[in-house]
């Protein structure tokens, strides 16, 4: 009878476009919209449409902060 409870509980990833449990996702960080748990395995917090105005993403201590200096 609720067997296709699974399934309504699947949304798109804005993130990666693949379809996902949304109870396992979570909310983009910046409007909200469903994004993966496997992208924020990945450490993407932003959806799709985020991160493309975002020129540099806020949470990567891994990468060298690239400052606009002059070198030389
Ligand atoms: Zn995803
Ligand atoms: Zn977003």
Do not use: Q
């Not at 699947?10 to 496997?38: H, K, L, Q, W």
């Not at 990945?42 to 060298?64: D, F, I, M, Y």
């Amino acid at each position: 009878m609720a067997k296709n409870l699974r399934e309504r509980d699947v949304m798109m990833c804005r993130s990666c476009g693949n379809e996902e449990r949304a109870s396992e996702g979570y909310p983009c960080a910046d409007c909200g919209t469903f994004v993966c748990i496997i992208c924020n395995f990945r450490g993407v917090t932003l959806c799709k449409s985020c991160r493309a105005k975002r020129p540099e993403p806020p949470l990567t201590p891994n990468h060298s902060t690239k400052i606009d200096w002059p070198e030389h």
